[in-house]
């Protein structure tokens, strides 16, 4: 379902002058600045203890990444009927576009923030509907299954995404070894689906419900 929400993702490379921008603890994992309509600015770091490039020759040398440099992720979101533009609009709109848009609809806030906006690099800023699923009782087990999005997707609001989706794969490649060691394959299937409905859509609950109180997303149907 549409959660009404509307983000922004960009870039802000870190270089000595952008450095200064962001408080120290904006180096942490992420951190939100939320203002008047419960319009936001999210801001994550990603740095790499190793150029991603070098790192793929070392592990992976067939594997070809191109060269990138430290980082801060820089996002703006806001309700779809907060924005001047609709949706169409804003797929069609340059990252510079984009950029203008967002300063004039955080005018009135601390120029910390507007100056992080000004720094977003416009090749890198790109527009995004904000989706989640919602939840759903087991299904029949069969040889083919779901994991990750492909089955909870989530709003961003509650951060673990990712994460619920890596928990998905360790409690599925169990499952796969003990049908490897002769349980059978839609048992051991069954198995998982049954763990990963219940854990992965308290997760799409948490995240809607964090997202409906400090974002304004839609909640998720109560039934």
Do not use: C
């Not at 922004?8 to 180096?27: D, H, I, Q, S």
């Amino acid at each position: 379902m549409d959660t009404r929400l509307r983000q922004l993702y960009g870039k802000v490379l870190l270089t000595k002058e952008t450095r200064a921008l962001f408080p120290p603890e904006m180096f942490a994992v992420f951190t939100p600045v939320i203002g008047p309509a419960k319009q936001f600015v999210g801001v994550a770091p990603v740095e790499f203890p190793e150029p991603p490039r070098m790192a793929a020759r070392r592990l992976a040398p067939t594997a070809a990444l191109n060269d990138t440099a430290d980082y801060m992720t820089v996002s703006f979101g806001s309700r779809r009927e907060l924005l001047p533009f609709g949706d169409a609009q804003l797929q069609a709109m340059t990252g510079a576009e984009l950029r203008s848009m967002t300063l004039r609809l955080i005018e009135p806030w601390h120029p910390d923030v507007r100056r992080i906006i000004e720094h977003w690099l416009p090749e890198s800023v790109f527009p995004l509907t904000l989706r989640t699923s919602v939840p759903v009782p087991t299904w029949r087990p069969t040889r083919i299954t779901l994991l990750g999005d492909a089955v909870h997707a989530m709003s961003p609001a509650g951060g673990i995404g990712a994460n619920t989706a890596l928990r998905d794969a360790g409690i599925l490649a169990a499952a796969l070894e003990r049908s490897a060691d002769g349980r059978p394959l839609v048992e051991t299937v069954a198995a998982y689906e049954s763990a990963m409905t219940g854990y992965g859509f308290d997760a799409v609950r948490l995240s809607a419900d964090n997202g409906q109180r400090m974002l304004g997303q839609d909640p998720l149907p109560t039934s």
